[in-house]
């Protein structure tokens, strides 16, 4: 019955995923069959995380998320969660030989959600590690499968394209994030007061993120490779799309892209993979 079990906690992640991101969604889709049920539970508790400081409101997060600390390093030491995202990100982690140090450094992050309002350029860096950089490592680690060489020479790469992403979802989500939440991400910038100067700025920086990043992509492993550049390429969509508009335009509205263009987007993708030339 623990099969069961055992297949159950890893549906539970792939509708959370699939739930919440299209984008990440269709870019596991694109991975290889035997390394996407680990990438839906890294991403299972993850977003499991993130909802306790970002929309449990009204209840105590701080106790909430402590909770999910405690309970989540008790079900890799047991290797048993009876909360079906642990049980699954947990055989994860130990299938994958996961670094516990890049789970206590996401949990840093995470309380500082609850804890900092508005970032320096020393807490900004530690907490897109612990938010962005330090997840895309954890797929790493199940990309290479134990090859702790590729993972050593893919790993500035990886934590390039978290930044990068994390950053992008900081300019899609300003408003939110500042009105709704009272965040603000990016050093000596209001939101409420973004200029084209600062926002420009802000683009330079996740741009060269992109470009470190894409060359790791090249290096991944064939069944890694088309899904993770799938992804890649969905956010650096979203990124050109934010980068054509005003300050004013960030300021005032969550930019998207439509499905149509997500599904031009995946054949493009997959044309440029068969080819070789990404």
Do not use: W
Not at 106 to 126: A, K
Request: charged fraction near 25%; hydrophobic fraction near 40%; charge should be positive.
């Amino acid at each position: 019955m623990l099969h069961l079990y055992n297949k159950i906690s890893e549906s539970a992640s792939r509708i959370i995923t699939r739930e919440y991101s299209t984008s990440f969604s269709l870019g596991i889709l694109f991975l290889g069959k035997g390394i996407r049920q680990p990438v839906y539970s890294i991403y299972g508790f993850v977003r499991l995380a993130d909802e306790i400081v970002d929309s449990f409101h009204g209840y105590d997060k701080h106790k909430l998320l402590n909770g999910f600390k405690k309970d989540t390093f008790q079900a890799i030491e047991e290797g048993i969660s009876i909360n079906p995202v642990l049980q699954a990100f947990q055989q994860a982690v130990h299938r994958y030989d996961i670094d516990l140090q890049l789970v206590h450094t996401f949990f840093r992050s995470m309380e500082m959600d609850l804890e900092t309002r508005s970032h320096d350029e020393n807490s900004y860096r530690e907490y897109v590690l612990g938010s962005a950089e330090v997840v895309g490592l954890m797929c790493l680690s199940v990309f290479v499968n134990g090859d702790r060489k590729a993972y050593e020479m893919l790993k500035p790469s990886a934590m390039k394209l978290g930044s990068a992403f994390q950053k992008v979802n900081f300019l899609r989500d300003l408003k939110a994030d500042h009105s709704d939440l009272g965040r603000t991400y990016f050093p000596g910038v209001d939101p409420s007061h973004l200029n084209e100067i600062q926002k420009r700025k802000i683009e330079e920086e996740i741009e060269v993120e992109f470009q470190e990043a894409k060359e790791g992509i090249r290096l991944l492993p064939g069944c890694a490779r088309r899904g993770v550049y799938l992804a890649y390429v969905y956010y650096y969509s979203l990124f050109k799309r934010i980068c054509s508009l005003p300050a004013v335009r960030i300021k005032q509205e969550r930019i998207r892209i439509s499905n149509r263009r997500k599904f031009a987007l995946m054949l493009q993708s997959l044309v440029k993979n068969q080819f070789n030339q990404l």
